[in-house]
């Protein structure tokens, strides 16, 4: 018995021993470098160094930083504000007609020189007056002056017996001048004598020109001194008030405009409370031109001038119409006269053209002038319309 004891000792004693040799040559080994800690995604960002005072002054102006997430870590993009717009200065609108005389007579001249070698047969017989009636027409002259002009040089013909080319090109633009007029009253009324602003409203069909006809109005008057305001009441028609906006932005002339699809008499309204705050020269209002068959338009353009007039007075009541269009132009303007008193006329596109006896025509049918008139796509090719500048440029040299 005590051997199987003493056994039983010795057997533990060796198993300790090599247990604690075990231990020890692991102690010995160096461990493995803990894993690195998770970030702590709740954590804040750090705040960015801002620096000591003297290398930020506080007067330096700030700078707008968006910050934008880039894949590669870089710095945040810096986007600075855009420029305040440049400031132009329109051409001078005194004789801008007669500067503009070639590009008219160009596109015009085919008029006057059919009407020139018409008369220069040696004998004006029925079937030479028919076809110079037949050029009156194409010119789109109208039925009526038509008839007058030929029954005059008829007659102021035989009575000269020759006919040189010189005096027949005199005969020519005198009876002319009489069909256009020489005697109305071709100023646009921008300058009431007992307040201020004086009020335009501008209307027409789209695609005659209409708001870019007004941006050019603003050209004019800001080129003659004035200052103006511009009312975006074209609400319908998509991009209309940038457009406008676009135009008085480039010759420092503001310009109220409302939600797209708004009220458009409120924005003519707000135009000229506008206006009248800033005590600018003149309020110039662009109105809806959708087709002129919808009675709905028709209806909103007198509810536009009702809205104005609360104010004041409207001055001027402008209808564009584009000269290519002939006949249909008249229909037009028939239309919107009965609705808002058209008291004057602007012509547009008429150098692309050789029907120059639309301003003729529509003088007639409304019985107001034409007081300006558009000869390209410049800005500054709207010009005051000048009797004798354009007959001599529809006769030629």
Do not use: C
């Not at 709740?42 to 801002?50: D, K, L, R, S, V």
């Not at 009312?231 to 940038?242: I, K, Q």
């Not at 797209?260 to 309020?283: Q, W």
């Amino acid at each position: 018995m005590e051997t199987v004891i003493l056994a039983v000792v010795i057997a533990v004693v060796v198993l300790g021993a090599i247990g604690g040799l075990i231990v020890g040559s692991r102690r010995k080994k160096p461990l493995p470098p803990p894993p690195p800690a998770a970030p702590d995604i709740t954590a804040p960002p750090a705040e960015p160094h801002i620096g000591d005072e003297a290398e930020t002054p506080r007067d330096e102006p700030r700078r707008t930083i968006e910050e934008v997430d880039l894949p590669d870590g870089s710095a945040p993009v810096v986007v600075e504000e855009p420029p305040a717009p440049e400031i132009e200065i329109p051409e001078p609108t005194a004789g801008r007609l007669v500067r503009l005389r070639a590009r008219l007579s160009r596109s015009q001249n085919a008029l006057g020189k059919g009407l020139l070698t018409l008369l220069s047969r040696e004998h004006l017989d029925d079937d030479t007056w028919e076809e110079i009636e037949d050029t009156l027409l194409t010119a789109d002259v109208g039925v009526q002056p038509t008839t007058e002009l030929v029954e005059q040089l008829r007659e102021r013909v035989k009575v000269l017996g020759t006919r040189t080319p010189v005096e027949l090109r005199g005969l020519l633009r005198e009876e002319l001048l009489k069909l256009v007029g020489t005697d109305a009253d071709r100023v646009v009324k921008t300058e009431p004598a007992d307040r201020k602003p004086g009020i335009v409203m501008v209307v027409g069909v789209n695609g005659t020109g209409k708001t870019t006809t007004t941006g050019k109005l603003a050209r004019v008057l800001v080129a003659d001194g004035r200052t103006v305001v511009l009312g975006a009441a074209d609400t319908f028609r998509a991009a209309a008030a940038d457009q406008l906006q676009t135009w008085g932005e480039r010759v420092g002339a503001y310009t109220v405009r409302g939600p797209e699809g708004g009220d458009p008499a409120s924005v003519a309204f707000d135009a000229v409370k506008e206006g009248k705050e800033m005590g600018v020269d003149v309020v110039l209002i662009d109105t809806a031109g959708r087709l002129h068959t919808k009675t709905g338009l028709m209806d909103e353009l007198g509810k536009v001038k009702r809205v104005v007039e609360k104010h004041a007075p409207l001055d001027e009541v402008l209808l564009v119409l584009d000269a290519t269009t002939g006949q249909n132009g008249l229909v037009q303007a028939r239309v919107f006269a009965e609705v808002v008193d058209i008291t004057g006329i602007v012509l547009t596109k008429l150098d692309g053209t050789a029907k120059g006896g639309i301003v003729i025509a529509v003088q007639r049918e409304l019985g107001v002038p034409v007081k300006l008139i558009g000869l390209g796509e410049g800005a500054d090719d709207l010009a005051p319309f000048e009797p004798e500048a354009f007959v001599d440029a529809l006769i030629g040299d």
